[in-house]
Structure formats: C-alpha cells, structure tokens
C-alpha cells in the first residue's frame, strides 16, 4: 500500500475533529500531538529537539518529555546521527535548522512511516469496535 500523509501543521489545527481524531486514538495531549505532526512534516529529514523547540514553541525539557512518550507509544523513532549528515539532510529538504555547527553528534527524531501510521490507527479501531460491540450487546 502507498500512502502519502504530508498536511501541515496548521491544516490539522484547522480540522478540529481530525486532530481530537488523532489524539484520542493514540491518547495524547494537544502539545504531544502537536509534536508527533511536527515530526510528520518533516519526516524526510526528521528533526532534532533545538529544532523542535522553535517548531512548537515549546520548552527543551516539555519537547524531551514529549518526545519519550511519542517513542513509547511507538509513534516516531530516533537515531543518532552527525551534524554534517543533518545539515545535509536539511538543506537537501531546504527545511530550517537552527544547528550551525559541522561537529559532533545528535539524536535526530522521525515519525514513523506512513503505512506503520496507519496500521496503528486500523489496530486501535478494530480494538474498540470490538470493545464497544460487547458493551453493546451485554447492555
């Protein structure tokens, strides 16, 4: 199956009931959420937490907290990667990078492919049918 998932982050904001969709399915917060779609946006390259902060304009420490629950639930994925390797990236994406530097290394996060998004959203909603189907026929 082929899919392709790129709406911005301001198109999910503006369908609410795409948005509270998502974040019931995969029970998240607003600013989790918000996250997860940043990371979808730029799925290609991925995005580092500096990178992060200045997309949602939220804090180091919320973006890490948000980040650790994204990975639990199997939502987004990180890997380590240098700094020239994400430069590159970035500017072969022409995506904003708030990294200058040339040295060192970095984890680099990245939501999960299109085909995994859905099957987890497929998964969720078989488990409540079945669920609110045996609710309903015991009540």
Known sequence: MNV????????????PLVFSTLKAIFEL???QLECF???RIKKNTGSCIKN????TDTERSIIQKHLKVLLEKGLVIR???????FNIRCQEHEIDNEIKTNKGYLFIYASISDEE??????KTLEKWKKILKVFLIKN
């Open 37 to 39: 779609l940043a990371l």
């Open 79 to 85: 890997e380590s990667v240098s700094l020239s390797e």
């Open 117 to 122: 998004l859905l099957e987890k959203i497929n």
């Open 4 to 15: 392709s998932i790129n709406p911005s982050l301001l198109e999910f904001k503006e369908k």
């Open 52 to 55: 992060l902060e200045k997309d």
């Open 29 to 31: 917060t607003n600013k």
